[in-house]
């Protein structure tokens, strides 16, 4: 099993060692690389900025647009985080109206997540 960014593991800046994202969110045709997934993707979610791997999680690719009352945007992906890592890690996105701040606190919830921080898991 090997470890796959959405964004084909993008473009590392020289200066901070951050990966970007390669994938344009923009772009018309990027649409369907998710329309070829499958409803649920095993993935590893990372947290800024040390880029820590943080959750073990699945990206539930479905047309849904609202996470927790909040549009989910083109460049952030609904998440279901399954086992936390870090359990002092804090989500990339704060659900303030569930009051929940944690990674921890979010286990078995849907979350919205940075794309170019989604690494999907990838069969050999």
Same mark, same amino acid.
């Given at each position: 099993? +090997?470890?796959?960014?959405? #964004?084909?593991?993008?473009?590392?800046?020289?200066?901070?060692?951050?990966? $970007?994202?390669?994938?344009?969110?923009?772009?018309?045709? $990027?649409?369907?690389?998710?329309? =070829?997934?499958?409803?649920?993707?095993?993935?590893? /979610?990372?947290? $800024?900025?040390?880029?820590? +791997?943080?959750?073990?999680?699945? =990206?539930?690719?479905?047309?849904?647009?609202?996470?927790?009352?909040? *549009?989910?945007? *083109?460049?952030?992906?609904?998440? #279901?985080?399954? $086992?936390?890592?870090?359990?002092?890690?804090?989500?990339?996105?704060?659900?303030? #109206?569930?009051?929940?701040?944690?990674?921890?606190?979010?286990?078995?919830?849907?979350?919205?997540?940075?794309?170019? /921080?989604?690494?999907?898991? =990838?069969?050999?």
């Amino acid at each position: 099993m +090997i470890l796959k960014s959405i #964004s084909a593991l993008g473009k590392k800046n020289p200066k901070d060692g951050i990966h $970007e994202p390669e994938i344009d969110v923009d772009d018309p045709e $990027e649409p369907e690389f998710y329309a =070829m997934m499958p409803e649920f993707t095993t993935c590893r /979610l990372i947290v $800024e900025p040390n880029n820590e +791997i943080v959750a073990a999680s699945f =990206m539930v690719n479905t047309r849904a647009t609202i996470v927790h009352g909040m *549009n989910l945007g *083109n460049d952030h992906v609904r998440v #279901s985080i399954k $086992e936390v890592f870090n359990k002092n890690a804090v989500l990339p996105i704060l659900i303030p #109206s569930a009051d929940i701040f944690l990674v921890m606190s979010a286990i078995d919830t849907l979350v919205s997540w940075p794309k170019y /921080l989604v690494y999907l898991e =990838m069969m050999r």
